[in-house]
């Protein structure tokens, strides 16, 4: 509850109150999390809750994007966000269609384990072999014109882990104007799958992944862009300044 309140107070302060609203994929959870969602949405009425029966990454990612009405999506893991890139990337929202928060981009500012560094690593060089990618991550915090990419969200056909990959390789080749910039990531929380087994499914969903984007082409140049963390830093500090003047 601590991380939506802070993030909610966030958003009062960045959107305004009552121009927001959580929209939670609830996927097959056998603890206390709907007793939790519950109360998230008495405490912001605005806000819902969409139900999976089955625990599915992806498929909770695509059933929340397409069940909001709002122009504008930010996608986040709420125990997983970076305040400064939100702050970029709403101040920036009209310039491009699709933000990218990457744990990739800086070095510097990745706190993986080494052998989730690696496998990073090698998942986005296969990217670029196989698919032409242009970027240094695909998970993580976005922010979508979700008006923009409503056909290319319908049209994504992976689910899991592939659902993020999907999207941004279709928005990348269909020349929607896509923007990267570093975030700081720490690993909150201990992963369940050993990394032979990580390594396997990885391997499979790249096999899907060519199935499904053989018959995507590229329509015309790629318009991937990227900045420096300093950027996003320096506009997150002038709006804080303006915050508190107000």
């Not at 928060?101 to 706190?111: E, G, I, Q, V």
């Not at 290319?152 to 882990?161: F, S, T, Y």
């Not at 104007?177 to 790249?206: D, G, T």
Request: aromatic share 12%; hydrophobic share 40%.
């Amino acid at each position: 509850m601590a991380n939506a309140e802070a993030l909610a107070n966030y958003l009062d302060n960045l959107l305004g109150a009552d121009n927001w609203l959580y929209v939670f994929v609830d996927n097959g959870s056998t603890d206390g999390t709907p007793a939790f969602l519950s109360h998230i949405v008495e405490r912001w009425p605005l806000s819902r809750v969409v139900n999976l029966e089955k625990p599915n990454y992806g498929a909770a990612l695509k059933a929340g994007l397409r069940s909001t009405t709002t122009k504008w999506v930010y996608m986040l893991d709420i125990e997983q966000w970076d305040l400064p890139f939100m702050t970029w990337a709403w101040n920036n929202r009209h310039q491009y269609d699709l933000f990218i928060a990457s744990k990739r981009a800086d070095p510097t500012l990745n706190f993986q384990r080494p052998y989730r560094r690696f496998l990073s690593a090698g998942l986005n060089a296969a990217l670029q072999v196989l698919f032409g990618y242009s970027g240094t991550d695909t998970h993580g915090p976005k922010l979508l014109n979700r008006e923009s990419l409503n056909a290319i969200i319908a049209n994504c056909e992976l689910d899991r882990g592939q659902f993020d990959t999907e999207l941004v390789l279709r928005a990348m080749r269909n020349c929607k104007r896509l923007v990267e910039v570093p975030v700081e990531y720490r690993e909150s929380r201990p992963h369940r799958n050993l990394m032979i087994k990580k390594i396997y499914w990885n391997l499979i969903a790249l096999r899907r992944l060519q199935h499904v984007m053989r018959d995507v082409p590229f329509e015309g140049a790629v318009r991937y862009y990227r900045f420096a963390r300093e950027d996003v830093l320096a506009q997150h500090q002038f709006a804080q300044r303006e915050s508190d003047l107000v």
